[in-house]
Each structure stands twice: as C-alpha cells, then as structure tokens.
C-alpha cells in the first residue's frame, strides 16, 4: 500500500500518516512520523518522566499532557475516593505537577476525567497524530485523529524531538452496511470485529472503517469502536470526517476545527473511488452488517470470545460459568460518553416507572468531570442513583483493577462491564470471577435481572405488582443540541521553568531515579538459564499487575516484586511460581529472578502466541531487563510490547519452527555465542544443552533493524539518546 503513497486518491490513514512522515526508506518495514501530541496517564508517565529526565533536556520538544486518573481507587465512591487519592497519591502528584511545570506540559489534576475522553474534549484536531502511553490511545479515532499507544521508552523519544518508528501498517478496511438501531450498539460492532480478528488478527495493521453504516453511529460510539480495536492488536483505527464528528466538536465548542469544517471534511472523507472499489484500496477488506448484527457479550476471560444473548445458558453449561451476577459496571474510557450515560439512565428510567430498581450492585464512572455536571444537569445522574447506582470518581478504577472489592475477595462469581478487557483478575484481583463485557444500555439492563441469561428483545420482566413489562431499546441520546459546559480546563503550562526542582525523597516507596542499563556484555548470552517456560496467555497484566501494585509504578526496584504473578508454568502449571535451580524448590518467580541477579546467572523468558498483549506498560518490559532477563523468545508478540522489550535492550526472538517451543526444558543451559553477528532479516542460532547431556541447536527469527540493534548494544535506546545529548554538549 505504501508505493501508493503519492497517488491519488489515498485512504485516511495513508493521508494522515503522508502528512506525518519524518523520512522513509522504501525499502524497510519501518517508517518514521512526527506526531503533533504526546498524553501520558499517570501509571505510566512516571516512568517516562523518570527516563527523560536523565537525557538532561530542558523541555519536551512536542506538546505534552499529563492525566491524573490511574491512580484513584474505588473504595467508597465519589467524592470520598477522590479525597483518599489526594492523601495517598500526594508525593506522585507533586513529582508529575513538578514536572508538568518543569518541561512545560499540560497537567490535569485528579478528578479531571480518563486520559480518553480528556483528549476528545481538548485535543482532538481532525488529521492530527496523537501518541499516548496507553494502549487505548486509538479511542480519538472515533474524530477523525490518529492514535497510538506507545511504550514509555517511545514517549521519551517524542519528548526528545525523535520521530516515532513504527512497522508499515496495511490498512484493514472495515465495510459497515446498513443502519445501527435497537438494541445494537457500537460496542456489538467492535466486539463483532474481535469475532472475526481475534486478539491478535489487527497486528501490522490499521483500521479504517467506511460505509453507510457509519452514519449511524455517533462520534463517541464511534470512539467506543477504535478504543477497542487495540483488542485485536491494531497498531490504530480511524473513522471519516462528516456531520456526526461536526457534532462532536460543536458540543465541545472547538472553533478551531468548526471554523475549518468544509475543508477538513473533504480532505478526511473517502472518496467516491474509494467507496466503489474498496478492495483496491485497502490490504484487506471485511463487511459488517447492522441489519444482521446480534446483541453480544464477551467473555469470560478474552475480549474476542464471543457469545450471542440466546446462546448463554448452552455457553454456561459448557464452560461452567455462572449466568447470575454479582455486579455490573458502566463506564471506563469505552463507555463512559455522555451517549453512553443517557442510554442508560433511559433504560433505568423505564423500570423506574414501574418500581422496579438494580437487583444487584450497580457502579457507574463518568468519563469526565464535564460529563459528569452535564448528566447531572440533564437529570440522568438522580435517574441512576434513584435506580441504585453508586457513582464512581472521574478514573479509571476497576477497569485498570483500581477497585478495593469488599463484598467478594475470592470465589466463583460473575460481572458484567461495559469495559474493553476481561483478563483473569484483572478487575477485581480474583481468578474466580468471570467478567463479561457489553453495552452500558444491557450492563444496566442486567443490573435489574441480575442474571445474564435475558434476552431484551424476547424476554419480559416482572414489576413488582405482577404485570409484564417489555423493556423497550434506549433511545439515540445524541449531542447535535447539547452543549458541554467545561468546568476544568486543566492546568496548561507553556512555557518550561528551569527554577523549578523535581524532588524525590531518598526514602521514598513510591518513586526512585534511575540508573541507566548497562551495555551488552556478549559474556553475558552464554550459559543463560530458563527462568520460566510460559503456558497460554501472557498478557501485561500477567507480566506486570496493576491493581494494587500501581502504586509502585514510579520504583522500578519495588514494582519488580510483582514480575510474572499471574504466568503459568508449562512445567507445573502453577500460577506465579518456577523452580529456583540454586534451592532445587518452587518459588515466586521474582523472587528466584531476583537470586539469580544476585547470583550474577542471566536468564531467558520462553513463552506461546501474542506475548505481552493488553496494555502499553513498559514496567512488563523494564522489570525483567532490572532482574537479570537477557532474552525472551516467544511463538509471537503483541506490537507494543515488542518494541518495550527493544528499546529497554532485552533480545526479543521468535521461534522459526513453532514446534521448538517443546523442545526447551527446566534445566536447560542456553546460549548465544555470537551475539555481536547479529544481522538485520538473519535468523539466530541458540546451543541449547540439556540436563541429560543432548543439545539441540534451534534456530529463530527477529525484527531489529541497524537503530534497535544499536539500542541492544547500548543496553537501552534511553542510553543511545543519553550519548548523542553528550556527544552534543
């Protein structure tokens, strides 16, 4: 698609990605852009900051926005969690607001809102490249703007002034016929994209949708739609400009984009060639079409594991799940838009009438604190809390495992979500429960039933005086003649203070400095030792858990401690454990990472398909290379992940025949003799020596190019960009 660039006419993405290039080389997969943005959540922006500031640079060289909204936890609800954060939180908040002022950034203080539905409400500019250190960056595709989640290392870069490399993505066309009404919702389309992509089927590629269809779904479900598309492995997902964007940006008062409308919609809508021959413009093209569309839920464990509303008890009954729940939860930075909020109360509404309220815990987060006082003028919030709903902060919360659940620590139990991951205990920290996600209209509709077994469009519900009551579809809430009234603009910060200090305690839990890695040592690729060999999924929660270890994101030596929690050892298929070769017993497996540093022995990772899926966490990368891990080698890895492991120095190889994978065992002594010949497109040799005295000699594929060699070298691409600053000065 990429010798296409200069023709006419171009999809969006080749358009935006055109007007963005820093350089290209026809001849490599990668190319260079220079985005107009960086946004940063606080989770992962302390790392970032924590990194930068070793290069000694004076200011970020792009705009830049910090969001406080990782770290405030549900305990109580709001306001009384965001009170709780403040106190808790108060040395991060200070080190980011220090820094925000320090290098010139934008800061938005907690209770602001999630970092998405921020960036929809401020930053958002048609045709714009926005990167973010969250994988759910793509959210601002919904309008037209290109978003991409990056890892922290990738974030330094921009601030840097270094353009963003990327593998050539193909563009995947999504075609969308017919109209979206009932209770079809955007969430049914993406999830009907993850049916047919999987979690994996979007890697290298991204996702233009087109078609009638598209008028039909507004520009926040639109957003609903490209936040998820990171489920497949998307590197982004983008919709055209039209009227229902206008809208967006009419409500959010962005004269900027309104006084340019006409000709930003005709540059960033698709052309007539475009949508009569579609396939000749795109890598691929798939179909999906509204009039034929079910109402989904997914789940219990993968996004993409799709189940239609007739097929739950049959579902039940053959994997063992439970039909009743113990909760539902709307909101997240999916489903968390004004839309999604009065669809809702329109469905809680209609039981009210009759008496009827939640059966079950209802909990529901406002995108924004802007959302937030619009709903409640609008009257849907007493709606809500009439019908039994506990409002959250403005946060993340549970969907980022920010959630002190005290009515069910452990057991078998189920959720349903309108939020975009269901990883085993990713919400609530417990293995046993089953989350299934949804529209915000059916996880309130399941609120009233408690059971997950109701279909809206066949089944009726009781009042409590015995009559039947069909619960009607909720109706398009839409923001055409709304407008919203911005009550927190943040704290916009211009200009960069060289008199302001960036303090961190010497005895603090929360944040420590960094040390820069040291360069390779081929030594130290010979004799390595299996720490663990990975059954299954291994997503970044797997690797490195949020929840309560949040916390430490800003101390890489502490957060260490959770390296692996919730891996599966291929050997025993325990969670968490691997036998530590120096004791000859089981242990947590960052605990006997943590010896073997120690003890001066290197070790490998050796994992299945799309390692490191899930988040844009770079703590999954970073913590493994702090433990003493030289290489991982996997059947295939998630995209962003992939570049962490690059850029923090560790080896990332895959296997060149799949099968290899059973022939690495627990005592395994492996090495890479000659690291230093290591070749762009050149497969890699490893000895791998067993206990019994055989060796087999297997061979594997990599995707380094001359620079990420040269990050490897380095021991970081941090330590390549800390040499040319002082080469500089």
Not at 600 to 617: D, F, L, T
Request: net charge positive; charged share 25%; aromatic share 8%.
């Amino acid at each position: 698609m990429y010798n296409k660039l200069i023709a006419k006419p171009k999809t969006i993405t080749e358009q935006i990605l055109f007007e963005h290039l820093a350089g290209q080389n026809d001849n490599s997969v990668y190319i260079s852009v220079r985005p107009d943005r960086l946004c940063m959540q606080d989770a992962t922006a302390q790392m970032s900051l924590l990194q930068f500031m070793i290069t000694d640079l004076p200011k970020t060289a792009i705009p830049t926005s910090l969001h406080c909204d990782h770290l405030i936890e549900f305990t109580k609800g709001s306001p009384k969690d965001l009170v709780a954060a403040l106190s808790k939180n108060k040395e991060v908040y200070e080190f980011l607001l220090a820094a925000a002022k320090r290098y010139g950034m934008d800061f938005w203080e907690p209770g602001s809102g999630i970092i998405h539905q921020t960036i929809l409400e401020n930053y958002a500019i048609p045709g714009n490249l926005i990167i973010g250190t969250d994988s759910h960056t793509p959210n601002v595709g919904g309008l037209c703007v290109l978003g991409i989640g990056v890892g922290g290392a990738e974030a330094v870069d921009a601030m840097c002034g270094i353009p963003l490399e990327i593998n050539k993505p193909k563009v995947l066309g999504v075609n969308l016929k017919g109209k979206l009404d009932g209770w079809n919702s955007p969430k049914d389309v993406i999830l009907k994209v993850l049916s047919i992509l999987g979690t994996k089927g979007g890697t290298g590629y991204i996702l233009e949708y087109f078609g009638e269809g598209v008028n039909s779904l507004p520009a926040t479900g639109r957003a609903t739609i490209t936040n998820m598309g990171a489920e497949t492995g998307a590197t982004s997902s983008i919709f055209p400009l039209d009227k229902k964007s206008m809208d967006y940006f009419s409500y959010t008062n962005n004269t900027s984009v309104l006084n340019l409308k006409k000709d930003l919609i005709e540059k960033y809508s698709h052309k007539k060639e475009i949508l009569d021959d579609p396939r000749s413009f795109f890598d691929e093209v798939i179909e999906i079409d509204f009039d034929k569309l079910d109402i989904f839920i997914s789940g219990p464990d993968s996004p993409d594991k799709l189940i239609s509303l007739d097929a739950i008890k049959d579902a039940s009954r053959e994997h063992g799940f439970k039909t009743e729940i113990s909760c539902s939860l709307i909101g997240s930075c999916t489903n968390s838009s004004y839309e999604d909020i009065s669809r809702a109360a329109d469905i809680a509404a209609q039981a009210l009438k009759t008496g009827i309220k939640a059966k079950v815990p209802f909990y529901l987060t406002p995108g924004s604190r802007n959302i937030k006082n619009l709903i409640e003028k609008e009257g849907y919030l007493k709606t809500l809390t009439d019908f039994g709903a506990k409002i959250l902060e403005t946060a993340c919360g549970p969907c980022v495992g920010m959630w002190n659940r005290t009515d069910l620590k452990q057991g078998k139990n189920t959720i349903a979500a309108s939020y975009n991951r269901n990883f085993r205990k990713r919400i609530d920290g417990n293995i046993e429960t089953d989350v299934f996600l949804m529209s915000p209209e059916l996880a309130t509709l399941f609120a009233i039933t408690g059971n997950l077994s109701f279909n809206p469009e066949k089944d009726f519900l009781t009042t409590p005086n015995g009559k039947k009551l069909k619960i009607q579809p909720p109706k398009n809430y839409e923001i055409s003649d709304i407008k919203l009234t911005k009550v927190n603009k943040g704290l916009a910060i211009n200009l960069p203070d060289k008199k302001v200090e960036i303090s961190i305690p010497n005895n603090s839990d929360r944040l420590k400095k960094l040390k820069p890695f040291p360069k390779l040592n081929p030594k130290d690729f010979i004799n390595m030792r299996l720490l663990i060999k990975i059954k299954g999924k291994c997503t970044t929660d797997h690797i490195s858990k949020a929840g309560e270890w949040l916390q430490y994101r800003g101390n890489l030596d502490k957060i260490s401690g959770n390296l692996l929690l919730g891996a599966q050892n291929a050997f025993t298929e325990k969670i968490g454990m691997t036998f530590n070769l120096l004791r000859g017993e089981e242990q947590p497996i960052s605990t006997v990472a943590r010896e073997y540093k120690n003890k001066k022995i290197n070790w490998i990772i050796v994992a299945e398909e799309n390692y490191g899926e899930g988040s844009s966490r770079e703590h999954a990368a970073m913590e493994p290379r702090y433990l003493g891990c030289k290489v991982i080698i996997a059947k295939s890895f998630a995209r962003i992940h992939l570049t962490n492991l690059k850029k923090q120095g560790i080896l990332a190889l895959t296997f060149k025949n799949k099968d290899d994978y059973e022939k690495l065992y627990r005592e395994d002594v492996i090495s890479l003799e000659m690291i230093e010949d290591i070749k762009p497109g050149k497969t890699v040799k490893l000895k791998v020596k067993h206990s019994d005295g055989n060796v087999d000699k297997l061979e594997f594929d990599h995707t380094y190019n001359e620079q990420q060699l040269q990050w490897l070298t380095e021991g970081s691409s941090l330590n390549v960009i800390s040499k040319k600053q002082k080469t500089r000065d």
